[in-house]
């Protein structure tokens, strides 16, 4: 599955990873590989990117959304740092 994480100013992240954890305004939930097409609210919290099976990298964001279509998740958010 490709990611982008997006805000405002820059690009923070862009390429394939296994999946991707994010901090839901209802909860927290994954998005794996060939997803269902969704679009979801993003709340303040942490994000976490799931390169393979053993390596993963963490964000802090500010709120934002999340769309998944064609086996790609697009993260468009206020503001994140690299956790």
């Not at 923070?12 to 997803?35: A, M």
């Not at 709340?43 to 976490?48: A, D, F, I, M, T």
């Amino acid at each position: 599955m490709t990611l982008e994480i997006l805000t405002p100013e820059r690009k923070l992240y862009s390429g394939e990873v296994y999946g991707v954890q994010l901090p839901g305004i209802d909860g927290l939930f994954e998005i794996l590989d060939k997803h269902a097409p969704l679009v979801s609210a993003l709340k303040k919290g942490n994000l976490k990117v799931i390169v393979d099976k053993t390596t993963s990298s963490n964000y802090s964001i500010q709120g934002g959304f999340v769309e998944v279509l064609n086996n790609k998740a697009t993260v468009l958010v206020e503001g994140a740092v690299e956790a």
